[in-house]
């Protein structure tokens, strides 16, 4: 099961989930828990966030469970406090967990654990069972054209939602987030995306990194393009970081990155 590591990756990065792996765990374990205390903290930050920052761009907490190695649902997902359990059923197939926010909330003073015996002898960041906060501002657009001017005020925007989760003493080190992240409902499926250059389509190189298409807002003004265009299937779109500051901050390392 993947669950990022500090909880600032967690919101700076593409996927938003949370993390309770401790830098000495190397294993999933058959029972992984993180703190419940981070949802309630997360959900005020992102209400704060002024309205007008949120017609291109918004965030919709959407917590779930994703399979990305074919396997079997975790066991059981609940609440564990010092007195009780809490079972927090899973929805299938589409992996939602609609009561996780108002069943964490209520007992924040606990932790969130899922038992999943099937990937208990995983290394720690293996993403085959992965769990979701939906963290990242997205674009509402979802149609396959994004003009540049939508793009721009996307990622302007984009930035006020991932400082807002940030702590605030690193605040003023968030790099700008001028790259554009194509995910595809189906990971599975190969990118498809152009712009448009002088009324035609053209090919543009993206970076792959997980299960995310990455590119520039640079290179789309230097090829002086008018519009992203992204085809192959449905996607969500998100402005983010480069690659190069995902990779340096951490997330989404696995075992033979570390070694």
Known sequence: ?????PIVLACLLSLGGFSAAHAETKLRGDVFCFPAKDVPKLVEKISEVDASRRDVVDVALTPKFLIKDGGTWPERFFIRTE?????IPIEK???FTPSFLDTAMANSEGDVCVADKARADRHENDEGLYFEMGLSPLFHNKSGRHDVAELKEGAKDGKKFY???IPPAVR???PDTKYLAVRYDDFRLTSQI???VNGEDVAVE???FKDMHVVSLDTLEDMGATALLIKGGAYQLQPTVSVKTMKRFGWGEDENDEK
């Open 1 to 5: 099961m993947k669950l990022h590591r």
């Open 83 to 87: 007195t009780l359990e809490i079972d």
């Open 93 to 95: 197939p589409s992996g």
């Open 163 to 165: 400082k807002k989760m």
């Open 172 to 174: 003023m080190f968030m």
């Open 194 to 196: 152009y712009v448009q």
């Open 206 to 208: 993206s970076e792959l």
